[in-house]
């Protein structure tokens, strides 16, 4: 059966009495919308502070490629073994964005045996927190356009607005944009754009606060653009913006409990592209399932270079979570990809492509232990046509490698084909020290930031940038120089070139351009062509989705 039609056969229960039974949440502290999900309020959440925190893993992977690893599919497959093993567990998950659903990607709640369900709720409108973080950014493009329409006061710099608008779809032809046209009475005519809700900064804020009232201060400090004398940064304060867009926020900022397959509890919240965000669910809702369970299960987008990174970098030195163990998923047939062998021969057994793509797992795994200092468990999620001589050289060389790694089948078996890697990852854990490294230095420049993520993790020997991006750097650091960096760059690749496959080295790191997300806390470096609004592939998603006339979905994976 396809993914939706397993979740469809799933049995559920209801959320109010699974979040009683399960952790001794009380129905009044649960906002349920429908049976299934609810949002749980910030005032029971803050009354947990005094509980201890449980221990934290977080599930990243190998570069992602077209034959797909697994990384949520893992994440509530493992959540779901070590529930089975009689330890309090609860998966913090991303919410899935509408743009990849109907693009090429497809939806972000698991797969097989390992989902979060509702399904189609989850991957469609879900309790419409991207619809909120859309209109609370829209709104303060809609404030700026009127300012400058009624005099202009603050004296912003038409051609300087760095806010652009939002849209949580794939949609090409927005990336450029002009608006005001029709005349006076229709606003100031000038160039705008749309990126995806994803890369909003209004999404990493909210991943990133900690109370309605951070919230309110981070969305104040948004930087929308600058005055007439071209160095005078205008904020959202300027606007008296902060109040109403966090208002819009209101329930947005709350977490959403739903179930697995196998009625666990897992947290869904927030949702950053992590190839050109930072790539993980809200600090809120973390921190809210490490008081309430012995082990909270997490994943990271993308590569281990991208979200992993970003989670160490930016989540963790924000918020202080110290994760005990990293997950690191890979797949016979991804590696196989990155060792050459194209997507339509990936289910023919070859060893020797295998041993090629292992130099991407490798770098990765070595990234892991030796510059974020974590503990790692290698999962080889598992697909019916890996060979046991694929599979054996993949152990072998893992073992080489002197990687734990376990072969797991939570796709087909659910949380009962995870418990051998429950339990290694629960070895790991369990006598981990819980310290680890950034990878860069906060007092490092902005630059030398940047040129250390390059160098240490992508195997790169250098990075580029024209004159302009070096000047506004150096000009950022005195202000923002403590600031993380947050790398916008193809997930495809350890380089800027998707097509480059394994492990590449040597490479130069082209800077295109940089961003300042005042309000979220950290510098965007955009590198090579990557997109904050993506484009629908020739044949999308969207064209195998249906709905009959019992309402009932299909299409959706």
């Known amino acids: 059966m396809s993914d939706i039609e397993i979740a469809q056969q799933a049995t559920m229960q209801p959320i109010i009495g699974l979040a009683k039974a399960h952790f001794g949440i009380d129905a009044e502290h649960l906002d349920p919308i429908g049976h299934y999900k609810a949002k749980i ?38 959540g779901d073994a070590m529930n089975r093993l009689g330890n309090k567990t609860i998966m913090c998950l991303r919410e899935p964005s509408l743009g990849p659903c109907f693009g090429v990607k497809g939806g972000a709640a698991g797969g097989g045996y390992s989902q979060v369900v509702p399904m189609e709720d989850i991957n469609l409108h879900f309790t419409g927190d991207f619809h909120a973080i859309g209109v609370a950014h829209n709104l303060l493009s809609a404030l700026i356009d009127n300012h400058i329409n009624h005099g202009n006061a603050l004296d912003i710099d038409p051609r300087r607005i760095q806010w652009k608008r939002v849209v949580d779809m794939n949609d090409r032809a927005l990336r450029n944009i002009v608006v005001g046209m029709g005349g006076p009475a229709n606003g100031y005519l000038r160039e705008d754009g749309y990126d995806i809700v994803v890369a909003s900064e209004v999404m990493a804020i909210l991943c990133l606060a900690t109370s309605r009232a951070d919230l309110k201060d981070r969305l104040g400090r948004i930087v929308i653009g600058y005055k007439s004398d071209k160095v005078t940064p205008v904020y959202a304060r300027d606007l008296n913006a902060q109040g109403a867009m966090a208002a819009l926020l209101k329930d947005a900022i709350k977490p959403n409990l739903v179930q697995t397959l196998e009625n666990n509890i897992a947290i869904i919240h927030g949702g950053p592209f992590a190839n050109i965000a930072h790539g993980c669910n ?221 492990a590449p080295s040597g490479h130069s790191l082209e800077i295109r351009d940089v961003k300042l997300a005042n309000g979220a806390g950290f510098i965007v470096a955009i590198a090579g062509d990557i997109m904050t609004m993506p484009g629908l592939p020739k044949v999308p998603a969207a064209e195998r989705i249906d709905i009959d006339d019992d309402g009932k979905i299909t299409g959706l994976f």
């Open 41 to 78: 309020s910030l005032e029971y959440i803050n009354s947990l502070s005094d509980k201890q925190d449980g221990k934290l893993i977080l599930v990243t992977a190998i570069s992602p490629t077209p034959a797909g690893e697994g990384k949520t599919t893992t994440t509530v497959g493992l």
């Open 282 to 502: 809200t600090v809120t809702a973390t921190k809210t399932a490490l008081k309430l369970a012995d082990y909270v299960v997490t994943e990271a987008g993308f590569g281990a270079d991208l979200g992993a990174e970003k989670f160490i970098d930016i989540k963790c030195r924000m918020s202080g979570l110290k994760p005990a163990t990293v997950v690191l998923v890979a797949t016979v047939r991804a590696l196989k990809f990155h060792g050459g062998i194209a997507k339509e021969n990936l289910n023919t057994e070859s060893l020797a492509a295998l041993e090629e793509g292992f130099s991407n797992l490798e770098r990765h795994y070595q990234n892991i232990t030796q510059h974020y200092g974590l503990p790692c468990v290698v999962c080889i999620n598992h697909f019916t046509f890996d060979t046991e001589a694929e599979i054996n050289l993949l152990k072998q060389k893992c073992e080489t490698l002197g990687a734990k790694c376990i072969v797991s089948k939570h796709w087909a078996q659910g949380g009962a084909g995870a418990e051998e890697l429950a339990k290694a990852v629960l070895e790991v854990t369990n006598a981990s020290t819980g310290e680890f490294t950034y990878v860069y230095d906060e007092n490092l420049s902005l630059w030398e930031k940047i040129e250390t993520i390059a160098t240490k993790l992508y195997g790169a020997s250098r990075i580029t940038a024209n004159a302009k991006v070096k000047a506004q750097l150096a000009e950022w650091n005195a202000e923002y120089g403590k600031f993380p960096i947050c790398m916008a760059k193809t997930q495809m690749s350890f380089s800027t070139n998707p097509n480059a496959k394994g």
